[in-house]
């Protein structure tokens, strides 16, 4: 599985051949620098982590700058881990090497993993998709959009765990699967897909296939 | 880049910089330029089977909406006595040109007040350079 983490720039929309208006996400990633290899010896399993957004040194503490320093890089901001970090090629990975935006071909899918923006404590329709009341008059009266029942009576007496409620929504770890790459743009280290994808403009988001 | 605004400000213009960068490459080139209250063509690729013929879509350009890839405009036309509109993608590849017949003369950006007229009163003075 190759990867790259990359922030969000927004949304737009380009056109396909056929005339047809694809709604498009536009993610920066600019080249990200393999921070450290985990070997079986020295971790217990195998990884590849990788690391993006250059932080000050002054900012970072002694152990992360040494870290760093490792793999010949500057302190970065991000770091992620992937566990079978290869194509089909016999590429092999290196200790201090770029991964840049050329992984990704147009037309692949993709999944991008990020945190989805928060939406305040939210009612179950809009939480978990409740369909409310339905009814607006025949005895209803601000009800319209309740959850109903939440379980029987004397037995169980009590309420099950995992009950879906009204609560905090949002703000969690969210990955959208099989977005399709529209372009790859090298020089200004962008990758277009196509649809949405979750977090915030400027969010950190992994794109990973 | 230099701008006055403070560094999220900066952040923000350097990713809508980016997101322009993505959409000029889908932007028409050639258009003429018209506005509301031009009298237009739209010369529209349609597909029948494996045959591309060309729609002509005539009427008077009542707005011009969004920006970039999303821009739209719309084309209100007198059918039989029943007004049509139509609403196309300023860089849809659909559109094969766009003639403008006539410049028309209004205040406004939107005249959606031609939707309640017809006849003379729906009359548009000619724009003369």
Known sequence: MLGIIGKKVGMTSVFSEEGKNIPCTVIKAEPNVVSQLKS????????????????????????????FAKAGAAPKRRIHEFKDFRDDSDHEIKLGEEVTVEIFNEGEFV????????????????????????????GQHNRLRAPGSIGAASFPARVFKGMRMAGRMGGKRVKTMNLQVVKVIAEENLIVLKGSVPGHKGAYVIVEK | MNYNY????????????LLKKVESEYLTQD??????GD????????????????QPFQGTVIQRRNSGTAE??????????????????????????????????????????????TGKKARIKEKRN
Request: charged letters at 30%; proline letters at 2%.
């Open chain 1, 40 to 67: 079986i010896d020295n971790d217990g399993y195998r990884a590849v982590q990788i690391a993006f957004d250059d932080v000050k040194e002054k900012n970072t503490n002694k152990a992360q700058v040494g870290h």
């Open chain 1, 111 to 138: 999944d991008v993993i990020a945190n989805s923006k928060g939406k305040g404590f939210q009612g179950v329709v809009r939480r978990h998709g409740f369909a409310g009341v339905g009814d607006a008059t025949h």
């Open chain 2, 6 to 17: 403070g560094i999220f400000a900066a952040l923000k213009f350097e990713m809508m910089d």
């Open chain 2, 31 to 36: 258009l003429p330029e018209f506005a509301a």
């Open chain 2, 39 to 54: 009298n237009v063509t739209v010369y529209y690729k349609i597909k029948e089977g494996n045959k591309e013929r060309l």
């Open chain 2, 72 to 117: 739209t405009f719309t084309v209100r036309k007198m059918s039989g006595g029943i007004g049509v509109e139509r609403i196309f993608p300023v860089n849809s590849p659909l559109i094969d040109h766009i003639k403008v017949n006539r410049r028309g003369k209004v205040r406004r950006a939107r005249i959606f007040y031609l939707r309640e007229r």
